[in-house]
């Protein structure tokens, strides 16, 4: 299967801070990106669905000026934690596709800590 | 909209024994259905999926899946698991296009037991 990176794969930050994660398709085209967050123990939560070069669509309950995602190109998505605090602690995971494509591919995620 | 409900949270399993992970769904319209695993702190890996056609799904890892249309199911199986096999165990569906957002359902611990 094609290959998603993402960077870094583990960061803590201090409370009031911003954070950015980097989501990476190595071998692809990826026109859609997904970003979803998951809780200890929890299952995975869509956060956001970005396409490239336009604006993201964010789920009901996800603010989007607080989570900021760019998808300038067709091989990187960004997600922004502005103004971290500690319940923005999680595990973010990124996944990527395109319309010719019937799955998504996962990155490995990324662990946020604010302290 | 579409639902995912794993019926079971834990599975603990003795190795060598067969296993099912039970996977029901729900939605207005036809769907794409999908197995995943994860490992502590990785990211998902992909078991198998049903897309369309046959019914019976195999995976990697010796899993298979089996979707029925009229129970609306997608349960996993595999005859005879290992202590590798222990991980996180995701379902989840989409709408049967490319590119379309996956919708979980809350997981499936399985343990293998020695």
């Known amino acids: 299967g094609a290959v998603v990176s993402q960077h870094p794969s583990w960061v803590i930050c201090k409370s009031g801070t911003s954070v950015k994660i980097e989501c990476r398709s190595l071998?692809?085209?990826?026109?859609?990106m997904f970003w979803y967050r998951q809780f200890p123990k929890q299952s995975l939560m869509l956060m956001a669905t970005?396409?490239?070069?336009?604006?993201?669509?964010?789920e009901q309950g996800v603010e989007k000026d607080k989570f900021l995602i760019n998808h300038a190109s067709l091989t990187l998505s960004t997600l922004t934690v502005t103004s971290a605090h500690p319940e923005d602690s999680s595990f973010y995971i990124c996944s990527a596709s395109n319309s010719g494509i019937d799955e998504q591919y996962f990155g490995p995620g990324t662990r946020l800590t604010v302290t | 909209a579409q639902s995912v409900t794993q019926l079971d949270s834990q599975v603990p399993v003795f190795e060598e024994a067969p296993v099912e992970l039970r996977c029901n769904y729900s939605s207005s319209v036809s769907v794409y259905l999908f197995w995943y695993v994860q490992y502590p702190n990785q990211g998902l890996q992909l078991l198998l999926k049903?897309?369309?056609?046959?019914?019976l799904v195999k995976g990697i890892n010796g899993f298979e899946a089996e979707f029925n249309k009229s129970q609306t199911s997608f349960h996993l199986r595999k005859p005879s698991v290992h202590i590798s096999d222990t991980a996180e165990y995701f379902c989840?569906?989409?709408?049967?296009?490319?590119?379309?957002?996956?919708?979980f359902g809350q997981g499936t611990r399985l343990t293998i037991n020695p």
């Open positions: 049903y897309l369309s056609g046959s019914t």
């Open positions: 989840a569906v989409s709408r049967p296009q490319g590119a379309q957002k996956l919708v």
């Open positions: 071998d692809f085209q990826a026109t859609t």
């Open positions: 970005s396409n490239e070069g336009s604006k993201a669509t964010y």
